[in-house]
């Protein structure tokens, strides 16, 4: 609406405020479900970021004050003052009255924080679920391609995880364009992973910072470190063609190498490597590391480095696996579709209990709080039962019922009441049981069904033994059971 430069650094000192704002409220909230932490987190960062560019542009706007405030001066001079804002006002009316239902900004919920629902936040797309919200690393891929590497011996996933750092695994001789390669993608997935667990934190800063820990180690010559392309290479002299990957001993040998065929193709291949990586940027950020040996260390080394403060996650990750590995597929997706549905779940209640806390503000103001130490329960009057009431009615004693599903009891009288109520007896009839008195105290499910047992075959018994009791006698005097006598007579015996 207008265009002057007072309103223009006031409309920006309010967004900084408002940014600065929500930015204190998200690092209050400090919320438990690692799903929302990470949700403000990366808010903050982004509020962060438009913080810097907000005051980037109101300090621009400070630097060339004076040519702006002359130009602010002559437009008000040219429009006589007040005459000038009444005219200001009278376009500002008559473009909301052409315009009534034209929005007006609102910082308060721009800025606010929002509820979070699965799917719909950017979070969701960050994280592998093998990830779990950054609990765990995923180095699935990078195994693959460091088992397919020459040289090296076959390990498992696990024994990969714990060597991760162990760069001795491959023979210095076989470390050309593919180890290289593996190098590379595994100091991005690090990078990536620091940098979407970690938002707050400015990686490309820590990077440097190993990286110049480097360039002095190795100018140095200290031990463990790449000094030179000889010692790269594990060799104290001879030629190293980039090309061919290879080490030649002799200066004549490598000499006679470059006419042949061999040597011409790779060295046409690493033309296109290079031409397809031109407009590519190093991941180093130091103009130091000039050749493929010493970024072979330099990578090493800065891998370490990472790993050493992903040490936390890293270890998680192995026991993760060790427990993963006793689940069949099925079970690892249940887990996992579980753990971000329990992450949603927990991130609402979160919310939900802020908002009715907030609501409820003003009206608990009056009201003291209620002194509860023992955590008795609370009476009809809303507070709570005396201590020897409640130590009266045992209330203090749990008493686990398992056939209502391990469901637990506080003192004996409602122990004992649950022996009638809907829940024990439905718990009975699951197990095939009829309800009876004679299962009463009875909460085991082993001791029911033995009693069960013991039940059916009595009353076998007595149906035998009540069929026993009339006697019959044939045509011949013979005495017998009726049973007996039904089934001969049956069968045309008499």
């Known amino acids: 609406m207008s265009d002057s430069v007072l309103e223009i650094q006031r409309y920006a000192h309010e967004e900084l405020e408002r940014l600065s704002q929500a930015i204190v409220d998200r690092q209050v909230a400090n919320p438990k479900a690692i799903r929302e932490r990470l949700r403000l987190e990366h808010q903050s960062s982004h509020y962060i970021k438009q913080t810097r560019d907000t005051s980037e542009r109101l300090l621009k706007i400070y630097e060339t004050g004076n040519e702006l405030r002359q130009k602010e001066i002559a437009r008000i001079s040219r429009d006589e003052g007040l005459d000038g804002f009444y005219k200001e006002l009278d376009e500002i009316r008559d473009f909301h009255h052409r315009y009534p239902d034209h929005g007006v900004e609102n910082f308060e919920q721009m800025y606010a924080i929002k509820p979070s629902e699965s799917g719909t936040d950017e979070i969701d797309t960050l994280f592998r679920g093998e990830e779990m919200y950054g609990r765990f690393m995923d180095l699935n891929e990078l195994y693959d391609e460091f088992v397919n590497l020459k040289g090296i ?47 707050l934190k400015d990686i490309h800063r ?6 110049t820990e480097f360039d002095v180690s190795r100018e140095a010559g200290l031990p463990g470190q790449a000094v030179g392309l000889e010692q790269s290479n594990g060799s104290s002299s001879g030629e190293y063609c980039e090309a061919c990957e290879k080490y030649y001993q002799k200066k004549s040998v490598y000499d006679a190498h470059l006419t042949s065929k061999k040597h011409k193709k790779a060295a046409e291949r ?45 270890q998680a990750t192995r026991e993760n696996v060790v427990r993963r590995q006793t689940l069949t597929a099925s079970e690892r997706l249940a887990e996992i579709l579980a753990a971000e549905r329990e992450a949603v779940e927990a991130s609402a209640v979160e919310n939900e209990s802020k908002q009715k806390e907030d ?12 002194y509860n130490p023992l955590k008795l329960p609370i009476g009809w009057d809303g ?34 009441k649950h022996f009638t109520e809907q829940r024990h007896i439905y718990g009975l009839k699951c197990l095939g049981i009829s309800p009876s008195p004679l299962f009463n105290q009875i909460v085991s499910i082993d001791e029911a069904l033995q009693l069960w047992q013991k039940i059916k075959a009595d009353s076998r018994k007595q149906e035998t033994s009540v069929a026993n009791l009339n006697e019959m006698e044939d045509d011949e005097g013979n005495v017998m059971s009726e049973k007996v006598y039904n089934d001969l007579k049956a069968q045309g015996l008499l």
Not at 157 to 162: A, D, F, K, N, P
Not at 177 to 193: A, G, I, P, Q, T
Not at 273 to 295: A, C, F, V, W, Y
């Open 383 to 416: 507070k709570p039962i005396p201590f020897w009431l409640w130590k009266l009615h045992g209330l203090g004693k749990e008493f686990p019922c398992e056939i209502c599903g391990n469901y637990v009891y506080m003192g004996r009288k409602a122990f004992d």
């Open 206 to 211: 820590i990077v440097s910072v190993f990286q």
């Open 359 to 370: 609501e409820n503000s003003d009206d608990e103001e009056g009201e003291g709080k209620i």
């Open 153 to 199: 011996q076959p390990i498992s996933y696990l024994e990969y995880l714990s060597k991760l750092d162990d760069f001795n695994l491959v023979p210095k001789s076989e470390k050309n364009h593919s180890y290289v390669s593996y190098l590379r993608h595994l100091y991005e997935y690090l990078f990536s992973f620091f940098q979407r667990t970690h938002p």
């Open 270 to 314: 690493l033309d296109v490597r290079k031409s397809q990586n031109l407009g590519e940027s190093s991941i180093m950020t130091s103009g130091s590391i000039s050749g493929r040996p010493q970024e072979i260390a330099a990578l090493e080394f800065i891998i370490k480095k990472l790993l050493d403060i992903l040490n936390e996650e890293r």
